[in-house]
């Protein structure tokens, strides 16, 4: 059995609650429900007891995760050894987290937590799930919505669901319906970033706003990191896209002005650091760099604009926000021209990309802009090699060889840094002189001058995305 079973999950909650702990029940084991699950379970009451029973339900599809997790291990990557930690402690010294398939554990809640993903069209997955939670919750749970979502949705969707679902089971009383969307950054500070981190939420009704507001700050350090409501889950909703969007419009930005600086003969990174100086109003502005990736800054935009047309009948077009996010997927294009103007002719070479994930000292690879890259590198006759320390596995191309860093230098043609990861930034640049190696691409300011000095002058020719400098500076060198 992958998950535990319903009747062993039942007798722990009736369990549970004779010791006074309430249930928690998250729905979604991925990179968000996994980490809200352990710090769920982590909560401590007045003498340091547990707080929470959680029981964690994905999809059979995903009984891999269901296992992982019933084993104490992390169900996605992580690069925080807390999520092992926390999950260790919570299955096996507290006992205060297992998981299942069954969605029969909903009914056991007093907290259901949403955290199944929300994908561009992805309305009637979503739906299914509302509808899993329906059938089976008790009239008195909190449903709380932390998925992203189109602004709208749980008022517009999960509200009218619940209520059917109520009124076809003979369930009294309204839902009581919650939004507070997820901040988790899955790097190396991936648990404090749900544990330690500000949250802003919302409510459909008075007492779910109390109960929402009681349970956020028994699990999150609200004292630190004080709560923030909102005035209602279409506010709290439109919050969310609009911190992603406002991300992802920033790096369009900056791609930009990544070209004109090129083509000026300017250190944009070196201008950008003079800019930043502006603290309170600039300091937050973007470097040049490799792409976007991720789950989240590459669809939520879409999300919002779906959600404001399709909810509430507006027209207004996020014209600037989505143009953004048509630079950021085109992002890896711009790397690839400035490798194709320094190789000549890619055919039959072999291109090391090192860095797989989509952003530094991770290991998620969602929609990672490498991939995009490696896709460029293949259509002009190259193949790709990539390494990643962090990436043990890459779904998405399983085709595409993974090399240990000393093996694709052996036998790279060029090299790209497409990711700022530790280990890059504290590599010695003669690591990367390997025999056959023409030219280094930097996408991510991890060679300052000198090392791109050295490397020319080992005959290695240093591009640089934003390093326009580096175009007087270096020549090309002159290895076959
Ligand atoms: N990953 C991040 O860094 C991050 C940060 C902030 C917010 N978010 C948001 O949080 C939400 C979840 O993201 P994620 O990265 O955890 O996604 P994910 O794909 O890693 O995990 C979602 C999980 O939900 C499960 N699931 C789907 N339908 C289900 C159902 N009906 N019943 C039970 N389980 C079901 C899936 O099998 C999957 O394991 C998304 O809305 C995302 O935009 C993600």
């Known amino acids: ?67 992982a997790v019933n084993e104490g291990r992390p169900p996605v990557p992580s690069a925080d050894p807390q999520v092992a930690a926390y999950l260790q402690r919570a299955v096996n010294d507290t006992r205060s987290l297992v998981a299942t398939c069954d969605p029969r554990a909903y009914g056991l809640a007093d907290v259901i937590v949403v955290d199944v993903n929300f994908d561009i069209g992805g309305l009637d997955a979503f739906k299914r ?36 679902a109520f009124a076809a089971r003979g369930l009294g009383g309204e839902p009581l319906i919650a939004h ?80 004109a ?45 779906w959600g404001i047309a399709s909810f509430f009948g507006s027209d207004v ?16 294009e711009h790397t690839f021209d400035l490798l194709a103007a320094a190789l000549g002719e890619l055919r039959g070479l072999e291109i090391l990309v090192a860095g797989v994930s989509y952003l530094h000292d991770v290991a998620d690879t969602r929609n990672s802009p490498t991939a995009t890259f490696c896709t460029l590198v293949e259509q002009a006759g190259a193949t790709p090699l990539v390494h990643d320390p962090l990436v043990q596995e890459w779904p998405e191309r399983p085709h595409v060889a993974r090399v240990s860093l000393d093996e694709g230098v052996a036998r790279a043609h060029a090299i790209v ?35 791109a000095a050295a490397l020319h002058a080992a005959g290695i020719h240093p591009v640089g995305v934003g390093k326009g400098h580096w175009k007087a500076r270096f020549a090309k060198t002159a290895r076959p």
């Open 1 to 67: 059995v992958s998950g535990a079973d319903f009747a062993i999950v039942e007798e722990r909650a009736r369990a549970a609650r004779e010791r006074s702990m309430a249930v928690v029940v998250v729905q979604g084991l991925g990179f968000v429900g996994a980490v809200m699950s352990a710090v769920v379970a982590a909560a401590r009451g007045a003498q340091g007891e547990p707080r929470y029973f959680v029981v964690g339900v994905d999809l059979a599809a995903a009984a891999d995760k269901v296992r």
């Open 129 to 164: 799930a509302i509808q899993d939670i329906g059938e089976h919750m008790s009239a008195n749970a909190l449903v709380l919505i932390e998925t992203t979502v189109p602004p709208g949705t749980t008022r517009e969707v999960v509200l009218p669901m619940l209520r059917a």
């Open 180 to 259: 507070s969307y997820e901040r988790v950054t899955p790097g190396r500070n991936y648990v404090a970033s749900v544990e330690r981190f500000w949250r802003s939420y919302a409510a459909e009704s008075e007492e779910a706003e109390r109960r929402a507001r009681n349970f956020l700050a028994s699990v999150i350090r609200t004292d630190a990191f004080p709560l923030r409501r909102l005035e209602s889950t279409v506010a709290s909703e439109l919050a969310k896209v609009l911190e992603n969007s406002y991300r992802a419009v920033n790096i369009a930005l900056i791609h930009e002005w990544t070209l």
């Open 261 to 305: 600086a090129e083509d000026l003969g300017v250190n944009l990174f070196d201008i950008v650091d003079s800019i930043a100086v502006r603290r309170g109003t600039h300091d937050n502005i973007r470097k040049p760099g490799f792409g976007v990736g991720g789950y989240c800054l590459t669809k939520d935009s879409h999300l919002a604009q």
């Open 317 to 332: 077009r996020l014209s600037l926000t989505l143009s953004a996010l048509e630079v950021n997927e085109r992002m890896p």
């Open 417 to 451: 840094v497409a990711v700022r990861h530790q280990a890059f930034l504290e590599l010695d640049p003669r690591r990367l002189a390997g025999p056959r190696v023409r030219c280094v691409v930097d996408t991510q300011d991890i060679l300052p001058d000198a090392k």
